[in-house]
């Protein structure tokens, strides 16, 4: 739970293990407005969930940024010579 | 033969995400449209099916469900690029992902008849090739996952984190490490994640598919990829911590 700063009238009512169970539908902006807005006011007094939320973030940005693995033109080629050859001996080729 | 209509149903969805965390634009695409222009394939320029390829696709599955040899090598185009990335991103080994690809499209030629168009029919493709892959994974002898716990974030009682202050490393990365070092990092961290989990996490950040095509791809309820998805990040994030000489938790 984050820490109440002195003369501090919001407290959040999110401890920081329910704020990590609330990141994904966080950054999907998928939480309803009354618990974003705990979220949010939890992080304006929680170094630790700000530097968390970071932290998760930029492992999503990571993920997202791994090159495609490409199909190699003798790859590409194999296959299709198998797709051919089992598809003729099927006997529904066109 | 390479077709002239964009893969529609497999490009990256609108993430959301990104408006609210400033996010890196996913890679950009440029790829081909039913028109032959071009458009770019990101974030927030998601492109939507147009009637006229849901009319070509649909023209497309009729000749492979009528056995068109032709009509399967123009989805091959199509799709084989996507597919063969998402197996190659869940199963690591090339030999192994090509035989998954041979199973997938023959499976596909096969059994089209089966595919009644009740999910988009990329999203069918994608489940012929997890299944594919998973498959191959459970014949295999080799297993790298390892338990996660260690590598997830840690409460006390009260529900602070564990291992005070939490560090965010997240510039530190990109200071200390190349993009290849890093990519090389995350994709030993994508190793160890069990084979379900793995691909909720390529068909999701990798490909960009939004939660309900995952669940149709997979067989799994939305809730539990949003479930997986999650403990799957968790772990990577912790991995990714300790590579930088700080704590999981």
């Known amino acids: ?94 | 033969m390479q077709s002239s209509f964009a893969v529609a149903g497999i490009n990256r969805r609108d993430h959301t995400i990104m408006k609210e965390s400033g996010y890196p634009a996913a890679t950009k695409q440029a790829e081909p449209t039913i028109n032959g222009s071009e458009r770019v394939v990101n974030g927030s320029t998601r492109p939507s099916r147009t009637r006229k390829f849901d009319k070509e696709e649909a023209a497309l599955i009729e000749r492979l469900k009528a056995g068109d040899q032709q009509a399967l090598e123009t989805i091959f185009d199509l799709y084989s690029p996507k597919l063969y990335n998402v197996a190659h991103r869940i199963l690591g080994e090339a030999a192994d992902t090509e035989e998954a690809i041979q199973d997938v499209f023959l499976t596909a030629y096969r059994k089209a008849k089966t595919f009644r168009g009740d999910s988009q029919f990329s999203t069918w493709l994608y489940r012929l090739t997890i299944n594919a892959a998973l498959r191959r994974i459970r014949r295999s002898k080799k297993n790298k996952q390892v338990e996660y716990e260690e590598f997830l974030p840690k409460f006390q009682e009260d529900g602070h984190h564990l291992d005070r202050p939490v560090v965010d490393w997240s510039n530190a990365l990109d200071e200390n490490y190349a993009k290849r070092e890093i990519q090389q990092l995350l994709n030993e961290a994508l190793e160890q994640l069990k084979p379900i989990d793995k691909s909720v996490v390529v068909l999701s950040d990798l490909e960009g598919l939004c939660d309900k095509e995952i669940a149709a791809a997979l067989a799994i309820t939305v809730s539990a990829v949003k479930t997986r998805l999650h403990r799957a990040r968790l772990f990577l994030r912790g991995k990714l911590a300790v590579r930088l000489g700080h704590s999981a938790a």
């Open chain 1, 1 to 94: 739970m984050a820490e109440r700063k002195k003369g501090q009238k919001i407290l959040t009512n999110k401890t920081c293990k329910q704020m990590t169970d609330l990141i994904l539908d966080y950054l999907n902006d998928k939480l309803s407005p009354a618990v974003k807005r705990d979220f949010q006011q939890h992080l304006k007094i929680c170094p630790d969930c700000v530097n968390f939320l970071s932290t998760y973030k930029k492992t999503v940005s990571v993920s997202r940024s791994i090159r495609s693995e490409e199909i190699p033109p003798r790859v590409r080629n194999n296959i299709l010579n198998f797709l051919r050859l089992r598809t003729r001996k099927s006997g529904t080729s066109s």
